[in-house]
């Protein structure tokens, strides 16, 4: 067995040597005259059939399963050999080691191999425990998962996870499954609510979050923070989207804060649910009506590098208390960014963002932080080529504490356009503050602005955004956005306490008018503003 490649070759070798020998007995004659041209002949068929031989051996162990596998036991027995995870036999004869393999066994299935290792008091179970990253190595797969049962430890590698990856928009949420990121692979954001994604520049990150967004934007509402302000821009005159796109560091920082009132209102709402119903405990957001709902950020470091100190402090603790409480409400967080760094991830966001996403070239170090302990003898490896064609969008994924397995997001394929699907979603609004609406209109504030606001000096009342979005139901970004527009056009201005937005009574109801009537109006916010002043 350990020679098999060799006697292939002998056996391809054999088979052409038998018509060239038949050949050199037809032109004996020539050969022994020393015919020059027929003695050329013989000696190119020679060389050709080597070097045919050693092609074909190559081309047999590469491509056909029969050999394949052959091949794939070859290597694993010369792996366990010269690792001595082999017991010697006793009585072995003077000079020859006499060994016996401990049990294993290796199922080749279509996709995958499986290679069973039995534990059950076996002097090495410690170490077949730890084996996952050896086998990579050796079988020059990708690892997948692990199984226990009692007896057998078994590790499941991938041939290669390319024929799982998805073309298009072909991603898609399944019911009790979560949402489908290659073929039978799912990121279950009921038990794993939040993701990361990192990689090196180019790598795909933003691919795989456009994607993400086409799908997760029809089963709830999804805010999206776009600090580079380029791969979003686009989105954000589109229905689905109007309002829900911050590109400017205050706008993030408020979009953040908005998505942490979100988690709060969506609370207080499955608590009054709860005493409606009945129950004892309070159960998880889907079970009280609510889609899920999904905030958003891209180029998370870039955007913390444009902070000040006391604003990367409080936008830490807010989003920390997003992804410490926010999985029984529904509220997900989805964050990505190049290098993963201790800084800007912080001990929360660490600890508690579960399934990782690695997209593109990274170094060891920030494997290292992206999938943790049980990934730190994993052969990790970034691959530009597959098969001869460039790859993109290819990395590793895992649920924090799992082992890491090869990854590929949904390919882009030519023709693809996200933009012209971005417009055929249909806008999706927060269900417990449509709910809440239904039953009482009482915070509406051309009847009431006695609701929530701070008082200034002079007893005046002003209202900062979080109000404004329960008085008028518009969202942070959507506010924010129509204040900028109005105060840079230089219609009007607003006071400002500490860079935040603080309204009078007036500038509310100012406020309610221009997004009613930019509804009838049919123009661009900028065409409708300047009519609007002008107007005036
Ligand atoms: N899944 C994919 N299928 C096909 N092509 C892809 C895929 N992902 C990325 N690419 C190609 O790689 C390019 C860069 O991808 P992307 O913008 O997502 O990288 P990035 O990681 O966000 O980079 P940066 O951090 O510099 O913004 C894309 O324009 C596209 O051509």
């Known amino acids: 067995m350990r020679f098999l490649k060799e006697i292939l070759f002998c056996i391809l070798l054999f088979l052409f040597l038998l018509p060239i020998g038949y050949y050199a007995y037809t032109i004996q004659d020539k050969l022994r005259i020393v015919d020059r041209q027929s003695i050329y002949i013989l000696v190119g068929m020679l060389s050709s059939s080597l070097l045919l031989s050693w092609y ?18 070859v290597r694993f027995a010369r792996f366990l050999y010269e690792h001595n995870y082999v017991y010697e036999k006793k009585g072995q004869t003077q000079g020859r080691r006499k060994i016996k393999f401990p ?54 590698l991938a041939y290669s996870s390319l ?79 109007e309002g829900r796109i911050a590109y400017d560091v205050i706008e993030i920082i408020l979009s953040c804060e908005n998505a942490l009132k979100v988690m709060e209102e969506r609370f207080e709402y499955m608590r009054s649910e ?35 100190y006391k604003q990367v402090e409080e936008f830490n603790k807010t989003l920390g208390q997003i992804v410490l409480l926010g999985r029984q409400a529904g509220v997900n967080v989805i964050l990505a960014m190049q290098k993963p760094s201790r800084e800007d991830l912080g001990s929360k966001l660490q600890a508690n963002i579960n399934f990782r996403v690695a997209v ?88 009431d602005l006695s609701g929530p606001g701070i008082e200034d000096d002079s007893e005046m009342r002003l209202y900062d955004l979080s109000d404004i979005t329960e008085l008028i139901g518009k969202s942070v970004s959507q506010i924010y956005t129509l204040l900028k527009k109005i105060q840079d056009g230089g219609f009007k201005t607003f006071v400002l306490q500490d860079n935040k937005f603080k309204l009078t009574e007036d500038d509310v109801m100012l406020l309610e008018e221009l997004f009613e009537q930019k509804e009838d109006s049919g123009k661009t916010w900028d065409s409708f503003l300047k009519d609007y002043f002008s107007e005036e």
């Not at 190595?137 to 590790?155: G, H, L, N, S, V």
């Not at 072909?170 to 990361?196: C, I, R």
């Not at 709860?274 to 998370?300: A, I, M, N």
């Not at 023709?415 to 806008?427: A, H, L, M, Q, V």
């Open 360 to 447: 593109g070239r990274l170094d060891d170090m920030g494997y290292e932080l992206a999938f943790e302990e049980p990934n730190r003898n994993k052969d990790f490896k970034f691959m530009k080529y597959v098969g001869g064609m460039r790859v993109y969008g290819r990395g590793y994924a895992a649920v924090k504490g799992e082992v890491a397995r090869e990854f590929y997001s949904p390919l882009l394929t030519k023709g693809f356009s996200f933009y012209n699907e971005f417009t055929k979603i249909e806008r999706r609004e927060h269900k417990h503050l449509l709910k809440e609406e239904l039953v009482s209109d009482e915070k509406m504030p051309s009847k």
């Open 103 to 156: 049990r294993i066994y290796v199922k080749q299935k279509k996709y995958n191999l499986e290679v069973a290792f039995e534990l059950a008091g076996s002097k090495f179970q410690e170490k077949f425990k730890k084996i996952g990253g050896d086998l990579e190595t050796t079988f020059a797969m990708d690892f997948m998962e692990t199984e226990d049962d009692e007896r057998f430890k078994t590790y499941r």
């Open 56 to 73: 074909l051996q190559g081309f047999l162990f590469e491509r056909t399963v029969l050999f394949a596998s052959w091949d794939r036991i």
């Open 274 to 308: 709860q005493k409606r119903l009945g129950h004892t405990d309070l159960k998880s957001f889907y079970e009280y009506g609510l889609e899920p709902y999904f905030w958003v950020c891209d180029e998370l470091n870039a955007f913390k590098s444009m902070l000040t």
């Open 163 to 241: 024929l799982n990856r998805l073309k298009g928009g072909a991603m898609k949420y399944v019911q009790g499954k979560g949402v489908e990121l290659m073929k039978n692979f799912y990121w279950d954001f009921t038990s794993d609510p939040h993701m990361l994604i990192v990689g090196g520049t180019g790598g795909g990150k933003t691919v795989l979050l456009r994607f993400l967004i086409l799908c997760l934007s029809k089963i709830g509402v999804v805010d999206i923070c776009d600090p580079k302000r380029a791969d979003f821009v686009t989105m954000a005159d589109l229905k689905a989207f």
